[in-house]
């Protein structure tokens, strides 16, 4: 079967003005946020290739990828307590998919080719110079929009700066290039096919959502039996619905449904539909016959609801906890390759160690290394431990006993800095005794 190309009609309304004010602030987030900086770093940047996280004045590494876990956890358990509560809010006012092609796509073409039924009727009319060029004219803006939304998106990863200066590594460039291609067929061709067909999170609605959700809902009751205005007055006025089948709700979804049929699951909850009905209802003196609605009337606070406002609330305490105890240093300590002891000319064994230290606060430090019980014929030698801000060092750490109790001596080092201390378990070995 072809595709049934949906061409939207532009509407104005309540919702249209939530929509207006939720994508402007989601755009300033998206688009200024790789741009900020916190004490000459990123304010937030997801460094992959050097396995570290910047987020407002803090470096998460590897060895904290705890944080990371808890806030994809939160945000999971986030989608669903807000799907439980108002179903596909996230696809109606969240979702970058539904951002651009509501706060870009369709205002580009309308600007371009005219508003719906001039669309329609040059996609009818032949392939004449007078439509290609605004056709070539919007590809073109679709083109360089997914550009701008791609290195955007990869500023995030590769920071900003670097990325917009051509400073940044060719993978980059290459994602930048990946993204775009599939921004700019998104924009130009898929569409409401990607909510249809590919997103996962439309797929698990049945799941996530039940009857105590809401839903946009045509009233059935109120609007029916539609007809043409007059007509159904005409035939029997004390049956006639409100709805005046003037289509206005069908012509402005983005998904191409008819809501009047009941609820679809390729609904995305945009609420068009509710802002054309009200302005059609208006003129007639009438209330709006499509609303959001639960299938059935349910209290919020219900099994499903409550078990994800529980989970939710241990998950944010745990990430406040772990931010608040965050520790300024990462620090491990191994033996170097290679060695195990040495036996020096002067009759004490020498170990030696390799300190790893990862400065994760935002200001250079220095670190002080010692061994918790040393015996008072033993020797520490370590040089000096100086980590740049958000930087890593590794030094080499000599520990010499002259007469160590037996074949392994179990120690622990520690490294203290101004903003953080580590205690780091560790072995000495004499050979076999
Ligand atoms: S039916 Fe209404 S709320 Fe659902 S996608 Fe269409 S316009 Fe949006
Ligand atoms: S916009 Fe309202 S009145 Fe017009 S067809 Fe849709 S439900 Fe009926």
């Not at 602030?25 to 992959?48: H, K």
């Not at 030698?381 to 801000?389: E, G, K, L, M």
Request: hydrophobic content about 50%; some cysteine; charged content about 15%.
């Amino acid at each position: 079967m072809s595709r049934q190309w949906v061409h939207t009609a532009s509407v104005k309304g309540r919702f249209q003005r939530i929509h207006r004010w939720t994508g402007f602030f989601l755009q300033a987030f998206l688009f200024v946020t790789p741009w900020l900086v916190v004490a000459g770093r990123p304010a937030v940047q997801i460094d992959i290739p050097a396995r570290r996280v910047f987020a407002l004045g803090a470096v998460y590494t590897a060895s904290d990828a705890i944080f990371l876990v808890l806030a994809l956890l939160i945000a999971l358990f986030s989608l669903f307590l807000v799907t439980a509560l108002w179903g596909r809010l996230w696809c109606g006012y969240g979702c970058p998919q539904t951002l651009f092609l509501e706060e870009w796509v369709r205002p580009l073409e309308k600007w371009i080719e005219g508003e719906r039924g001039v669309r329609m009727a040059r996609a009818r009319a032949p392939r004449e110079w007078k439509n290609l060029w605004r056709r070539i004219a919007k590809l073109t803006a679709f083109a360089v929009l997914a550009v701008a939304v791609s290195m955007t998106a990869v500023s995030w990863f590769a920071g900003a700066r670097p990325l917009w200066t051509g400073q940044s590594s060719a993978a980059a460039y290459v994602m930048v290039g990946v993204f775009s291609a599939g921004l700019f067929a998104d924009f130009a061709w898929f569409r409401e096919q990607f909510c249809n067909y590919l997103c996962p999170y439309a797929r698990f609605q049945g799941a996530l959502s039940d009857k105590g959700s809401l839903t946009v809902q045509y009233e059935v009751a109120l609007g029916e039996p539609r007809g043409a205005r007059g007509a159904a007055q005409a035939a029997d006025a004390a049956t006639a619905g409100a709805c005046i089948d003037c289509k206005k709700c069908v012509a402005v979804c983005p998904q191409g449904i008819d809501i009047r049929e009941g609820f679809q699951l390729e609904c995305v909850a945009c609420a068009r539909c509710i802002d054309a009905c009200e302005g059609v209802m208006a003129k007639q003196g009438h209330e709006g016959l499509i609303s959001y609605k639960p299938l059935t009337p349910q209290p919020k606070l219900r099994p499903r609801t409550v078990a994800y406002g529980a989970l939710l609330t241990g998950l944010v305490t745990a990430l406040v906890f772990q931010v608040a105890t965050h520790d300024a240093i990462d620090a491990s300590i191994a033996r170097a390759p290679g060695t195990l002891f040495v036996v020096d000319a002067d009759g004490w064994i020498r170990n030696t160690y390799l300190l790893k230290v990862i400065n994760t606060s935002l200001s250079p430090m220095e670190a002080t290394v010692a061994v918790e019980g040393l015996p008072v014929d033993a020797e520490l030698s370590v040089a000096p431990v100086r980590i740049a801000a958000a930087g890593t060092a590794t030094v080499p750490v000599v520990l010499r006993m002259r007469a160590p109790e037996g074949p392994i001596t179990r120690l622990t080092f520690t490294v203290d800095t101004d903003g953080g201390h580590a205690r780091l378990p560790a072995t000495f070995t004499a050979g076999g005794g």
